[in-house]
């Protein structure tokens, strides 16, 4: 990389951080949905997971950020199931979920 005859076009350009790192620092998400999901009684709906993210991160009710919060919470809970962290216990006509620590209760 730092020889006069290499080559610049075979330097790997540097990745953008991408959108969810305009709201949510490293694992942030993740951690925010767990505590969610621990404290509640019970199953809990995703849109109920969202309103509380949006509350405590004190953002402005928007559509689109709401849409995008939605999506970024469902991917974050998706990985969680792989790892067998969380479930999902309905998925029609709401999604619900709760901690893996809860099931059996």
């Known amino acids: 990389m ?50 509380t993210v949006i509350g405590i991160k004190g953002f402005a009710p928007d559509k689109h950020l709401r849409k995008h919060i939605t999506d970024s919470v469902r991917a974050s809970l998706l990985r969680m199931q792989q790892k067998g962290r969380v479930r999902q216990v309905m998925d029609q006509p ?9 099931v059996g209760r």
Do not use: N, Y
């Open 2 to 51: 730092f020889s006069p005859d290499c080559d610049p076009d075979m330097i790997a350009p540097i990745q953008p951080a991408g959108r969810r790192a305009m709201f949510f620092h490293f694992k942030e998400l993740t951690r925010l949905c767990l505590d969610i999901l621990r404290r509640a009684e019970g199953p809990v709906r995703l849109d109920a997971i969202v309103d």
């Open 94 to 102: 709401d999604s619900w979920w709760e901690s893996v620590g809860l």
